[in-house]
């Protein structure tokens, strides 16, 4: 047991001092405000405040954790050892920095609660935040700052225990268009054809066809490649379905698809399944409700996991409203433009409502990359792209965290522009379960 002594105790300090000690770093600890019981405790213990108490870990605190509201923060990054670090503290320190304020203002995502210009489909830009601006995005701070905060607490007190932690990989499959030809009706199968008559594309006209007479496999159906790979590995998987209402950004087929529900039920059978709360969501929670209810339909059972379509995600009314749905996971902690760590963490964690100032019981999963993010965003590539990748994968093995990938079945066709990627997934499996 580890006791850790502050001079108050608020929501802030208990959120994050559970997020480092017992979520990252598997211990338990007691928090405290007593000096005299923590001044004669004789096991392992650390103190979270001004000054030092007696001989223990210690630990100088800044603001943060003693406000609450939000306010611009005086940012400003140094290095120590090759890591990253802000909220300076100096030398009296066991740390030369607050690593419970710094960590706790990344995972809070503090920085997207201030005033910031939003991108064309209303999310935070990756660019505009301070892990990119600093050079850090694709490393796990917090996960290597807990590591570090683990090695001192040994070195004071050999005798506390700590469990091994180990690595997780998750893959994660947003279904946005579960077929390509197939399931589409009669209006928009037509609008297909026209379409691709138009611009003179007479090879995905026969394609359409041989598909639709079947002839050919559509070529989104990767299913039993993907179900093959997960039975070789052996490792867990997630697909997100897209049920919203047809529109711009939403395409997916009607849940009134008999083979679309069989599609959803087969894969269930070897796999978790989510919602994909669609791009019109957004701004109607009676959509989310409905969409949420056509999955739950189907499975017949509760749907509990989601991500965002198009990662939509705003701080914090998205996970308000997951919440209220009684959504219990939500995988959309991650940038569709860069990859890396949004929150720079690499393990699930809770919810903090910075408007409420309260924890939740939402669980954030962060992912770390996503396909189109590596072709479309940073144009990186099928043999780049798997370097990437392993690094990334590098980074969250080095701290015991859990890798989450965000892959889509279109991608993994090896066809057209996606020729060469059907490897990397592969590559990225073998790399990550290893």
């Known amino acids: 047991m580890l006791v850790v002594y502050t001079h108050k105790i608020t929501h802030r300090n208990k959120y994050i001092f559970n997020l480092m000690f017992k979520d990252i770093l598997g211990i338990d600890f007691k928090l405290t405000t007593d000096v005299e019981e923590f ?10 405040t001004h000054n030092l108490i007696s001989n223990e870990l210690f630990f100088i605190s800044r603001s943060l954790l003693f406000e609450s509201g939000i306010t611009e923060q005086n940012i400003s990054v140094f290095e120590n050892n090759y890591n990253p670090m802000f909220f300076a503290t100096g030398k009296a320190s066991a740390m030369p920095f607050d690593v419970f304020a710094a960590s706790f203002y990344l995972v809070s995502r503090y920085e997207e609660y201030l005033p910031h210009i939003r991108d064309e489909h209303d999310r935070f830009d990756a660019k505009d935040s301070l892990a990119f601006i600093a050079g850090f995005l694709e490393k796990p701070l917090v996960n290597i700052w807990a590591i570090q905060l683990k090695q ?18 998750i893959s994660t499959l947003d279904i946005d268009n579960a077929y390509a030809y197939r399931e ?15 611009i003179g594309n007479f090879s995905e006209v026969t394609e359409r066809t041989r598909v639709l007479l079947g002839l050919e496999k559509d070529p989104y159906d990767t299913y039993d490649f993907q179900l093959e790979m997960l039975k070789k590995y052996k490792f867990k998987s997630i697909y997100f379905f897209l049920l919203g209402d047809y529109g711009p950004n939403d395409k997916n087929l009607p ?11 087969m894969l269930a059978d070897y796999a978790q399944v989510g919602i994909h709360p669609s791009y019109g969501s957004n701004n109607s929670k009676q959509q989310l409700k409905k969409e949420i209810g056509r999955l739950s339909h189907v499975l017949h059972r509760d749907v509990t996991q989601s991500r965002q379509h198009f990662l939509k995600l705003r701080m914090p ?7 209220e749905f009684d959504i219990t996971d939500d995988y959309t902690m991650g940038y569709a433009t860069q990859v890396g760590f949004r929150a720079s963490i690499c393990t699930p964690f809770n919810f903090y409502d910075l ?12 992912f770390a990359m996503m396909e189109g993010t590596l072709k479309y965003r940073m144009k990186i590539h099928p043999k780049d792209a798997i370097v990437k990748i392993k690094q990334l994968i590098d980074e969250v093995k080095a701290v015991d965290g859990v890798f989450i990938s965000l892959w889509h079945n279109d991608t993994v066709n090896n066809r057209k522009i996606w020729r060469g990627w059907k490897t990397v997934y592969e590559d990225m499996v073998i790399y990550a379960t290893q």
């Open 355 to 366: 408007d409420t100032e309260t924890e939740t019981k939402l669980k954030i999963h962060p």
């Open 184 to 198: 589409k009706g009669f209006t928009r199968s037509l609008g297909g054809y026209l379409k691709s008559l138009s």
């Open 152 to 169: 001192l607490i040994k070195e004071k007190y050999p005798s506390l225990v700590f469990p091994k932690i180990k690595f997780e990989f």
């Open 255 to 265: 849940i009134e698809s008999i083979k679309f529900q069989s599609l959803i039920k």
């Open 317 to 323: 009314d998205t996970y308000r409203n997951l919440i």
């Open 39 to 48: 001044k004669y405790y004789q096991g392992a213990k650390l103190s979270y």
